[in-house]
């Protein structure tokens, strides 16, 4: 696997699949959620909702993974993730893994080669980046089909240097 770290905006990223930081809703949010909606139009959000009317009637769970088109935007699709919310009580990185490989696999099913995914569960999720950074880049080690590069684009220099230095 090809591993590359960037900042920028995820949302004009030149890539088959753009991975989304979601909620369980599957209905849109803020935060990398928020852009990705806004840039790619209202086709995604209807087809979340048909997902939601369809066999994810009780919305999507933490660390799964589904695919919608990517509407106006560069990438063919966005595979929606659900991140887990940080806790100091309980460890639940076996979570924000599932969500990178889940991720990986729904990119694969598509055939697609080049993903790109956001710093999962850094935001209004309160995971550490350092620690966020550690765990995804782990969970992309691992090649998974047709997907040959898996390129982290991050928002601001703090997430860059914490998957630069992980
Ligand atoms: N490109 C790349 N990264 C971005 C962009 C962008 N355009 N915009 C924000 N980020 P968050 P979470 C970074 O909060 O923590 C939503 O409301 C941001 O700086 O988007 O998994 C959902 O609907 C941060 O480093 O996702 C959920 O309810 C990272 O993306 C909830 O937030 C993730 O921050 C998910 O929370």
Do not use: Y
């Not at 590359?4 to 990398?32: F, H, K, P, R, Y």
């Amino acid at each position: 696997m090809q591993i590359e770290i960037v900042e920028g905006d995820i949302t004009t990223q030149d890539v088959d699949v753009v991975v989304n930081a979601a909620n369980s809703s599957l209905l849109g949010g803020g935060g990398v959620d928020g852009a990705i909606h806004r840039a790619g139009g209202p086709e995604i959000l209807a087809e979340c909702r048909a997902l939601r009317a369809g066999h994810l009637g009780g919305g999507l769970p933490v660390g799964r993974a589904v695919a919608t088109t990517a509407g106006r935007m560069t990438a063919r699709w966005v595979v929606h993730t659900v991140g887990p919310v940080f806790s100091a009580e309980e460890d639940r990185s076996a979570l924000l893994t599932a969500c990178h490989r889940n991720s990986l696999l729904a990119a694969a099913e598509l055939g697609a080669e080049t993903v790109a995914f956001p710093a999962i569960s850094t935001g209004v999720f309160r995971w550490p980046l350092d620690s966020a950074a550690r765990i995804a880049l782990a969970a992309v080690r691992e090649p998974v089909g047709s997907v040959r590069l898996v390129r982290f684009v991050l928002s601001g220099e703090a997430a860059f240097r914490a998957f630069s230095e992980a």
